[in-house]
Nanobody, 123 residues
């Protein structure tokens, strides 16, 4: 069974930084397409950032230049460095995995999701 476990969420003031981590298990990590999504209560889950097996990345316009996604295949980990956080970034953040090789990252179809970690940015 493949699992994803997020950590690193918390409360931070606007302008601050947080680093989210996602620990994975399973056999398809190295070639999988990985991503972070976020969701605010009452709204649809939205794509935040993704990274494919080649290390190519994609970001939502709202986080470009502020967030950085990375992966460490040897450690079976994915990260999201979030800088210059804004109140609008407050959400539950989920890591996700699509075992398929994707050249166009936003077309990914996650088959595994983490349980989510809360990020709250105060003004």
């Amino acid at each position: 069974q493949e699992t994803l476990v997020e950590s690193g969420g918390g409360l931070v003031q606007a302008g601050g930084s947080l680093r989210l981590s996602c620990a994975a298990s399973g056999r398809t990590f190295g070639t999988a397409t990985l991503a972070w999504f976020r969701q605010v209560a009452g709204k649809e889950r939205e794509f935040v950032a993704g990274i494919n097996w080649m290390g190519n990345t994609a970001y939502a316009d709202s986080v470009k230049g502020r967030f950085t996604i990375s992966r460490d295949n040897a450690k079976v980990m994915m990260y999201l460095q979030m800088d210059s956080l804004q109140v609008a970034d407050t959400a539950v953040y989920f890591c996700a995995k699509d075992p398929a090789v994707r050249l166009i990252i936003p077309t990914m179809r996650p088959t595994t999701w983490g349980q989510g970690t809360q990020v709250t940015v105060s003004s």
